[in-house]
T-cell receptor, first 113, second 112 residues
Framework: EADIYQTPRYLVIGTGKKITLECSQT?????MYWYQQDPGMELHLIHY???????EKGDLSSESTVSRIRTEHFPLTLESARPSHTSQYLC????????????FGPGTRLTVL | AQKITQTQPGMFVQEKEAVTLDCTYD???????LFWYKQPSSGEMIFLIY????DEQNATEGRYSLNFQKARKSANLVISASQLGDSAMYFC?????????WGAGTKLIIKP
């Protein structure tokens, strides 16, 4: 089981602000993911990484960007937040081998006013 | 195209009863994996159980079991002896091209 952390848990911010959602895992997993999820709805993959210096866009178009400079850290940045970005953002990681089960952090609930 | 279908948007079940959550999938891959996750109202996604397409036996984890019927392309989650703490959203997912394809989820409410 992975230990994966996200901060902040809740964020209320005004339109136009730059924000960074933090995600860290302590299991040395190579693969990391960011999902966007509206309440009670399915998850949509917005970014993923197979390792350091590897980042890819997911199926859902997103105005956010990510970086993977260290194995354990996978931050997501929104340069200019808008009300349409209001959602829950979930970070996950997986070993990349075997069943490749994804383990999730607690999520960040973002509200853009 | 790969797809996961969960046909039950919501379910009410009496405490201590068993409950089956439906999941059907569509894939042309020969090798794939199926996952179930639980999402309480607090928002985190909790991994419950995994079934590989080549596993001959149905997966079990405590009170959770997966009723895997490969020919029907179904992977239903069975929760035995339901508890109030089982109330949550439940998502079925399938791995595809090293990513997960997610169903829309089923909201399960356990009644005391």
């Amino acid at each position: 089981e992975a230990d994966i952390y996200q901060t902040p848990r809740y964020l209320v911010i005004g339109t136009g602000k730059k924000i960074t959602l933090e995600c860290s895992q302590t299991m040395g997993h190579d693969k990391m993911y960011w999902y966007q999820q509206d309440p009670g709805m399915e998850l949509h993959l917005i970014h993923y990484s197979y390792g350091v210096n590897s980042t890819e866009k997911g199926d859902l178009s997103s105005e956010s960007t990510v970086s993977r400079i260290r194995t354990e850290h996978f931050p997501l940045t929104l340069e200019s937040a808008r009300p349409s970005h209001t959602s829950q953002y979930l970070c996950a990681s997986s070993e990349g081998v075997g069943t490749d089960t994804q383990y999730f952090g607690p999520g960040t609930r973002l509200t853009v006013l | 195209a790969q797809k996961i279908t969960q046909t039950q948007p919501g379910m009410f079940v009496q405490e201590k009863e068993a409950v089956t959550l439906d999941c059907t999938y569509d894939t042309s891959d020969q090798s794939y994996g199926l996952f179930w996750y639980k999402q309480p109202s607090s928002g985190e996604m909790i991994f419950l159980i995994y079934q590989g397409s080549y596993d001959e036996q149905n997966a079990t984890e405590g009170r959770y079991s997966l009723n895997f019927q490969k020919a029907r392309k179904s992977a239903n989650l069975v929760i035995s002896a339901s508890q109030l703490g089982d109330s949550a959203m439940y998502f079925c997912a399938m791995d595809s091209n090293y990513q997960l394809i997610w169903g829309a989820g089923t909201k399960l409410i356990i009644k005391p």
